[in-house]
């Protein structure tokens, strides 16, 4: 079983509305032994087409999280974590965050590439489906031969979850070269990935990234990977993680992975 969600959010996020309190009593109920906060922080996010303000209150974020740890500290472990939305001009002002603030867990991902976010059709728009995931794909390589500060890179694949045919023509062959470029390069960096339940709840039949990409990071030396909805409300806490462990097992994992004061801990399914 797997009994550990690393990745979700709540109204310190602003694609939430949930307050923490409501995701801890619901993680509670599932009976989870602890799950971990990644509030979204996207500096410079695109205004357009829909102007939302990604950047976070830390303090507030901090000093929230911290208080609820000793309120919840007999029935849950709470661990401090961000999803860091990285583009390669925000690696300096990361490096700094990291230095000053003691998460336990820091999560890359990538949201925005080269002005524009995946989640809008703008970023599809007059080209064909293949050349837009290929990009995504080329951002991924530019964040990281900016900035490794990551524990885990996060749903790498995130770009099918939006595209006009989401994964319907899509495979981890199609884009072989540069996805196992990504995996090497992460596996190089002592880093990890994420297996991200959210592509079921998003209809793909599969998490992000693909079981295929899981299978080749095994197969090129992986080792660390974490497990997490991506929820932003209640409801998706765990989502499908019957289906996750499924996927470790058959990916060659015994074990998913859990950090504290970013350090990694392997727990067994």
Request: aromatic share 14%.
């Amino acid at each position: 079983m797997i009994l550990w969600d690393c990745h979700m959010h709540s109204s310190f996020s602003a694609d939430s509305e949930t307050p923490m309190e409501n995701m801890i009593q619901k993680a509670v109920s599932l009976g989870f032994q602890g799950i971990c906060f990644t509030e979204h922080l996207d500096p410079d996010y695109p205004e357009v087409p829909d102007p939302i303000d990604f950047s976070l209150d830390l303090s507030a974020y901090q000093k929230k999280i911290m208080e609820l740890k000793e309120i919840w500290r007999s029935r849950i472990e709470l661990c401090f974590g961000i999803e860091l939305g990285l583009q390669p001009h925000l690696s300096g002002e990361f490096r700094k965050l990291l230095l000053d603030t003691p998460f336990d867990f820091v999560i890359g991902s990538s949201h925005v590439v080269h002005g524009y976010d995946p989640y809008y059709p703008d970023f599809f728009r007059n080209r064909p489906e293949h050349q837009a995931y290929l990009e995504y794909f080329q951002s991924i390589l530019e964040n990281l031969t900016a900035f490794q500060g990551m524990d885990v890179y996060g749903h790498i694949d995130y770009v099918v979850r939006y595209g006009p045919n989401k994964n319907q023509n899509y495979s981890y062959k199609q884009y072989q070269d540069i996805l196992d470029e990504i995996l090497q390069r992460i596996i190089a960096a002592g880093k990890g990935i994420e297996l991200n339940t959210g592509g079921y709840h998003y209809g793909l039949g599969e998490p992000n990234p693909c079981r295929e990409i899981i299978l080749r990071y095994r197969e090129l030396g992986g080792e660390i990977i974490t497990i997490g909805a991506d929820a932003h409300s209640p409801d998706k806490i765990g989502y499908s993680f019957e289906q996750a462990a499924c996927v470790l097992k058959d990916c060659g994992f015994s074990y998913y992975t859990v950090f504290r004061d970013r350090k990694p801990d392997f727990l067994p399914i």
